[in-house]
T-cell receptor, first 114, second 116 residues
Framework: AQTVTQSQPEMSVQEAETVTLSCTYD???????LFWYKQPPSRQMILVIR??????QNATENRFSVNFQKAAKSFSLKISDSQLGDAAMYFC???????????FGKGTKLTVNP | ETGVTQTPRHLVMGMTNKKSLKCEQH?????MYWYKQSAKKPLELMFV???????ENNSVPSRFSPECPNSSHLFLHLHTLQPEDSALYLC???????????????FGQGTRLTVV
């Protein structure tokens, strides 16, 4: 079975600083996608960034970037210039079984201190 | 309205009650999902519907009964639930092309269910 592991239940960062959230996954599939989703207190999950496994180039979206290490099955999220609005639960996820179904990690709660 | 809308936002029900959760998506997607989010656990995929047909049931107890009358609406009928079923129930939709295309899943705000 596929698993996604987020080893940091909680993280904190000072406003304007950089923070990295860790994620490892386990799969035997060769074609898959990895995602980071954000869940603010409003509870609505929002896509932050996605990575295609067959692309070596790390995905970036403005202040958000990933460090994708396919051989190590590692997919960390870097948030630069952290803002108060970045405070949320962050979930790492992977597509499952060649479909759009997602397997999620337990999440990391990010606190941004002013 | 746009996106994925779930109602109600909060629900408290007794173990002998019957209630339903509703999800509606206005994105033209062909796939809809129910997830269960419990504290300190990963989101658990419960059901998947593609083009109104159920394609996955992840060993969910029969006290949870999904219904998908069309590709825009998804229901989760609840009956004789247990206190451990208390959780946040999230609905999502995406455009499933039949392969891992990395389509973004759009989520609703969830229904916070408390079983007493």
């Amino acid at each position: 079975a596929q698993t996604v592991t987020q080893s940091q239940p909680e993280m904190s960062v000072q406003e304007a600083e950089t923070v990295t959230l860790s994620c490892t996954y386990d799969t035997s599939e060769s074609d898959y996608y990895l995602f980071w989703y954000k869940q603010p207190p409003s509870r609505q999950m929002i896509l932050v960034i996605r990575q295609e496994a067959y692309k070596q180039q790390n995905a970036t979206e403005n202040r958000f970037s990933v460090n994708f290490q396919k051989a190590a099955k590692s997919f960390s999220l870097k948030i630069s210039d952290s803002q108060l609005g970045d405070a949320a639960m962050y979930f790492c996820a992977q597509t499952q079984g060649g479909s759009e179904k997602l397997v999620f990690g337990k999440g990391t709660k990010l606190t941004v201190n002013p | 309205e746009t996106g994925v809308t779930q109602t109600p936002r909060h629900l408290v029900m007794g173990m002998t009650n019957k209630k339903s959760l509703k999800c509606e998506q206005h994105l033209g997607h062909n796939a809809m999902y129910w997830y269960k989010q419990s504290a300190k656990k990963p989101l658990e995929l419960m059901f998947v519907y593609n083009f109104k047909e159920q394609t996955e049931n992840n060993s969910v107890p029969s006290r949870f009964s999904p219904e998908c009358p069309n590709s825009s609406h998804l229901f989760l009928h609840l009956h004789t639930l247990q206190p451990e079923d208390s959780a946040l129930y999230l609905c999502a939709s995406s455009q499933d092309e039949g392969r891992a295309g990395g389509a973004e899943a759009f989520f609703g705000q969830g229904t916070r269910l408390t079983v007493v």
